[in-house]
């Protein structure tokens, strides 16, 4: 366990309300399969690894990521896994499996067609079957009551929340606080847009990493953290997860962050809890207010930040899964 | 033109039957006799519900405690348009509500039109017990909620939890051609453009090659079975009566099987390589589906020899 790996290459699908393709994601795959390929010069045949996330509750259908397959064109056979979760941890999960020394190179990809059921309400698929499922409380209420939590807390107000939705999304703060509420304290603008869609990346040890690409982005660490199930004996003001998978991680002195936080108020979280001061660069991509394909979203992050990276500059990728922020992944990357 | 894809709602549910353990069933038990109970945690918060596992610690939590039917609102979110399966159907609030004698709040409905942190509520009861934290239809201002005292009711040791889900579920462009094509009677594969093989479906990805099938091929409506099985166990929603034979189908030309029937003689005559055609519904019938093949017929003509379907077993 003493090989670095970099990120070489991301791709994503455009974040459309609605596609026309299939939950398999088959459509979104090939193209930006065949762009992260073609930015470095690999075919199929060289990637060691491919490691995918996506859902099953999503697309409506089990066993749905294995269609997904098809468009790797998996002949012949693959070496391949697959988590329910957001791509982000089928990366920790491809980053773990080039350090063994198994494989050179990996392919990571995360899909999502949010588009096919109502996303808020399959969202609360997430939570404890036994004694809160059986209310159906939906993702947006949720993010909701943590919004309360901290305006009621003084740790923002709604003005800041607007302020996060102008720069993610454009507008401007003024004009989007006359704007009715969604779910009070929530307007549409604080809620990620529903988004279909799917992103790519392509890690490869280091000795690799060079042959492929000028610049590299060197992860440096990778974290990730859960809180309890129990939502009431959580402190939702702030995110110990997120804290602890950083701290792992040793993320202090990053200059550029993405984060995956699906709601304006997430972001101010994080930036608080994570210490992220002005000079940090947050979300440069627009992220998840911008566009939020649902599995790819967090995977993404690492990609956009990969991308960003300064030579010399140091940068966090966070990504989140579960109700109000519940796990967290932190990845440091560093660029030479 | 191009027509759109084909899509269609796909419902799909599931009444969940859990067994409920320990902690659970006390649980679930206290409220089918209008009683709250939380768990207390290895660091002494009272929690409700109660928790299995202490969220801090991991320990088995198993001291339950009687916490009041009143409360506070710790946090609140409107819910102007509920969805299906919310707590009420009409605008309500969502709350986080710290019970008297709990530390830490629960999550629930509150039934009013002013609701604010702070706020003190009382539980409102459902008439019929037994399904966990339903039997707490929502809650109500303390003032304006009627206090309801506890009842007999038995242990329960399982929960129903209905979970039903709605999608639009929608078929690839090349699928599509195919569904439509079976409207009109015909059976439409594709060819991948890298290996050459003849799909049917055709395939938004070619398994082998990761391509879209392009080049259009009509097939016949008739070729071989590849393999077979005969199905002689009876199941929920059966159509046909056991022993029957559910086979792989070989359209001439094509390079994928695909399932289907075989019926028209006995089961056990069916076989490997034996020349099949199918056997349409009255076109009256006929939608975007391959249900428009009832199912198919032996032809009577030679079998194929082995080796021209080995490669594709």
């Given at each position: 366990m003493t090989d670095n790996v970099s990120v070489v290459s991301f791709a994503q699908a455009p974040h459309v309300?609605?596609?026309?393709?299939?939950?398999?994601g088959v459509e979104m795959l090939v193209p930006i399969f065949k762009e992260a390929l073609d930015n470095v010069g690999l075919s199929k045949e060289d990637i060691g690894f491919w490691c995918s996330g996506s859902s099953d509750y999503l697309a409506g259908r089990a066993f749905s990521f294995i269609a997904a397959v098809d468009a790797i064109g998996a002949f012949p056979p693959i070496h391949e896994s697959h988590v329910e979760a957001d791509a982000a941890w089928a990366l920790y999960e491809a980053w773990v499996k080039i350090r063994t020394g198994e494989v050179d190179t990996a392919l990571v990809y995360g899909f999502g067609k949010?588009?096919?059921?109502?996303l808020r309400r399959v969202l609360a698929m997430q939570l404890d079957p036994y004694t809160v499922g059986p209310l159906w409380p939906d993702a947006v209420s949720i993010a909701g009551l943590q919004a309360r939590f901290g305006l009621d807390a003084g740790l923002w107000t709604e003005r800041d929340m607007a302020e996060v939705a102008a720069r993610g999304r454009g507008g401007d703060p003024d004009e989007l606080l006359r704007r009715p509420y969604f779910a009070d304290p929530l307007r549409k603008h604080d809620c990620a847009p529903i988004t279909d869609g799917a992103a790519v990346v392509i890690l490869a040890r280091d000795d690799r990493a060079r042959d492929l690409t000028e610049r590299p982005a060197r992860i440096t660490s990778i974290h990730h953290r859960v809180e309890t199930p129990h939502l009431g004996a959580r402190d939702l003001t702030t995110s110990p997860s997120t804290v602890a998978a950083a701290k792992a991680a040793g993320a202090d002195g990053v200059t550029l962050a993405e984060l995956h936080t699906p709601f304006s108020h997430q972001e101010i979280l994080l930036r608080q809890a994570l210490g992220l001061g002005d000079e940090v660069r947050v979300n440069p991509s627009g992220g998840p207010l911008s566009g939020n394909p649902m599995f790819a979203a967090g995977l993404a992050r690492i990609g956009e930040a990969a991308t960003r990276i300064r030579p010399g500059e140091r940068a966090l990728a966070h990504a989140t899964s579960g109700p109000a922020l519940q796990q967290n992944l932190v990845c440091v990357l560093e660029a030479d | 033109m191009t027509q759109a894809p084909l899509s269609a709602p796909l419902d799909i549910g599931f009444d969940y039957t859990r067994s409920l353990g320990p902690t659970l069933s006390r649980f679930v038990t206290g409220l089918a006799q209008r009683r709250i109970h939380g768990a207390r945690g290895t660091d002494g918060r009272v929690h409700?519900?109660?928790?299995?596992?202490?969220?801090?610690?991991g320990e088995p939590l198993t001291d339950l405690v009687e916490v009041a039917h009143t409360g506070t609102v710790t946090s609140w979110c409107r819910q102007p348009e509920p969805l299906a399966g919310q707590p009420l159907q009409r605008p309500f609030t969502w709350a986080f509500i710290r019970l008297d004698g709990a530390d830490t709040p629960m999550l629930h409905a509150v039934d009013a039109d002013d609701v604010h942190t702070g706020m003190r509520v009382r539980a409102r009861w459902a008439d019929?017990?037994?399904n966990g934290v339903r039997d707490i239809v929502c809650f109500g201002p303390e003032d304006s909620e009627p206090a309801v005292e506890p009842r007999a009711a038995d242990d329960l040791t399982m929960l129903t939890t209905p979970i039903h889900l709605s999608y639009r579920h929608s078929a690839s462009p090349e699928e599509s051609r195919y569904l439509r094509g079976l409207a009109d009677g015909k059976l439409l594969g594709q060819r991948c453009p890298a290996c050459g093989k003849v799909y049917i479906p055709p395939r938004g990805a070619c398994p082998t090659d990761g391509v879209p099938t392009e080049e259009e091929i009509e097939l016949p409506d008739r070729g071989i079975v590849t393999t077979f099985c005969i199905v002689n166990v009876p199941f929920l929603?059966?159509?046909?009566?056991?022993p029957y034979v559910a086979a792989y189908i070989l359209l001439d030309g094509a390079d994928i099987p695909f399932l289907h029937l075989v019926l028209g003689c006995a089961a056990d005559e069916v076989r490997m390589g034996m020349r099949v055609e199918a056997a349409w519904k009255p076109r009256d019938e006929w939608g975007t589906t391959l249900e428009n093949i009832d199912h198919f017929r032996p032809t009577g003509e030679p079998d194929a020899p082995y080796d021209s379907y080995a490669g594709h077993l």
């Open positions: 309300r609605e596609t026309h393709g299939t939950t398999n949010s588009s096919a059921g109502q | 409700v519900p109660p928790p299995e596992y202490d969220p801090v610690s019929t017990g037994g929603g059966q159509r046909i009566k056991p």
